[in-house]
């Protein structure tokens, strides 16, 4: 028999909706307060004149069997699709020319994109000894030491802008790439640490990013969070903004959130935060002063996410790719675009291609000062030379996120040891989401499922 204790969860992105699905499905009492009217947060997928664009993520890895659990479960077999073979594919701008990145050693030797010093430079790898500075290192830091300066400036950089929008030189190797760091911690280099840890991973079920599927749905990526609801039913409520949760005399919490005009309290026993870190500070800052401090400090940069679609026929560039990225020393105004029309099926009839393009992140967060027109345009007539393409875009759309991901920058650790401090401290309340272990969808979905167990631990 599972315990009748109340479970709050706040927010309804991915990681919400994950946690309270199985926790549902062990017959515990949970409830979803989502603030918007509809559910997914980051997760949006909009239909358009019969295209389909994906505003927030694109797609997803399957890095954990939880994921085909889901499907399986929500009945979601005929919507699952993986990306199809040019997935694999990906192209990195130099020069104004793209560049497919090397996916075997015969091709890395062959590659324009490296110097044949930054190949000689790559061999060395193994020699290099492990640093000094811990886990306080930056991923340029740590890159630059161990595969030198080329290889990050045009592999690493563009592959952080892909991944976080974010900086190499701003992040934290530890806390945004742990797998990375741990190569070396526990192996002592990378290309050993890789082939020691395939090794100990085909006795698990976990799958690394790099060999992981990438999937996504039919009718978009909101096929998930939506499905997820379906199955909750009443167990969440839309258009329930929480405005705050505070401690209550008999040792639970008061969670109070906005029902219409109405104010409306829910008793809790478990509080779990999905929320982003700049809106769990509101809500549980009063807690603890230094938890504020920690949640105000992680960066979210904004991004723009700009949608084209063209007759197929006016672009020249061959689409056999996932798409390509653009180092920052190519000082372009976008940070790389998605062949979106390529890799899925459904994103446009075959006469035409669509494409989905990321604008700023940390790299150029400036850019919301400017006029959007003229950023778009910029954007777009870079995109069109890059690709050869020949004629004005049949549709354009856009979405802004003002503070799109949280940047796991230098100094990261700190956060994350305090968020385990304080949930110590304050039995009940769990911080979780795209700001604890992981910003990807599948590190979202991954996660969930240990905050699940951790729940029913302490209830
Ligand atoms: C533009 C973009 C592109 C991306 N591309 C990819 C990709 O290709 N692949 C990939 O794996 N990942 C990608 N990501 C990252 C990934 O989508 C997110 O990290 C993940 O979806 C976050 O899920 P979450 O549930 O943790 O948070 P969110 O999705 O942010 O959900 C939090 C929810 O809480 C709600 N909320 C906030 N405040 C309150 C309140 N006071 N009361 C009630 N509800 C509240 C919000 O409305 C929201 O619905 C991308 C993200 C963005 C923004």
């Known amino acids: 028999m599972t315990s009748q204790k109340k479970i709050v969860i706040i927010g309804a992105g991915i990681s919400g ?17 989502e603030q918007k009217d509809g559910v997914g947060g980051s ?5 358009e004149n019969g295209f389909l664009f994906d505003r927030g993520p694109n797609s997803g890895l ?7 659990q889901l499907v399986k479960e929500l009945n979601l077999e005929d919507q699952f699709v993986y990306a199809n073979r040019e997935g694999n594919k990906r192209y990195i701008l130099k ?39 811990g886990y306080y290192q930056s991923i340029a830091e740590f890159v630059t030491r161990r595969l030198g300066k080329e290889f990050l400036d045009y592999a690493i950089n563009p592959f952080v802008a892909g991944v976080y929008a974010g900086r190499p030189e701003e992040l934290s190797v ?22 020691r840890s395939i090794r100990k991973r085909k006795n698990s079920k976990e799958v690394s990013k790099q060999s992981a599927k990438m999937f996504s749905f039919r009718d978009g990526m909101k096929v998930l969070p939506e499905a997820i609801v ?79 679609v063209y007759e197929r026929s006016a672009v020249g560039q061959s689409l056999d790719g996932f798409g390509f990225l653009i180092p920052e020393k190519e000082e372009k105004s976008f940070l790389g675009a998605i062949w979106s029309s390529v890799i899925f099926p459904n994103r446009s009839d075959r006469t035409r291609a669509a494409f ?81 272990g992981g910003i990807s969808v599948g590190d979202c979905i991954k996660n969930a499922e240990l905050i699940a167990n951790k729940i029913k631990n302490i209830i």
């Open 17 to 33: 909706l994950t946690t309270a699905y199985l926790l549902n499905n062990e017959g515990y009492d949970v409830v979803v307060l």
């Open 43 to 47: 997760i949006e997928t909009i239909s």
């Open 62 to 68: 399957e890095t954990t069997p939880l994921i085909q």
């Open 95 to 133: 020069n104004g020319q793209l560049h497919a990145l090397p996916m075997s050693p015969p091709l890395f030797f062959k590659t324009k994109l490296f110097s044949g010093k930054a190949k000689l430079r790559l061999l060395a790898e193994p020699f290099v000894g492990r640093s000094k500075d």
């Open 174 to 195: 530890k806390s945004a790439f742990p797998k990375l760091y741990a190569l070396e911690e526990e192996y002592g280099g990378l290309i050993i640490g890789t082939i």
């Open 230 to 308: 379906n199955k909750l039913g009443n167990r969440i409520s839309t258009g329930a903004e929480v405005t705050s949760v505070r401690s209550t005399a008999e040792g639970n919490y008061g969670v109070t959130f906005r029902d219409g005009k109405q104010n409306l309290t829910l008793l809790a026993d478990v509080v779990l935060s999905t929320v982003p870190a700049y809106r769990a500070s509101e809500l549980f800052g009063h807690f603890d002063e230094a938890l504020a401090k920690h949640l105000n400090e992680i960066y979210y940069p904004p991004v723009l996410v700009l949608y084209l």
């Open 356 to 436: 989905t393009l990321f604008i700023g992140g940390s790299r150029d967060a400036g850019f919301v000062d400017d006029v959007e027109q003229m950023v778009i345009d910029r954007a777009r007539r870079e995109f069109e030379l890059i690709m050869k393409i020949s004629a004005e875009p049949v549709l354009i759309s856009k979405r802004l996120w003002p503070k799109a991901i949280p940047q796991y920058n230098l100094g990261y650790v700190e956060h994350e040891n305090f968020f385990d401090h304080f949930e110590k401290a304050n039995k009940g309340i769990i911080l979780s989401g795209n700001y604890r």
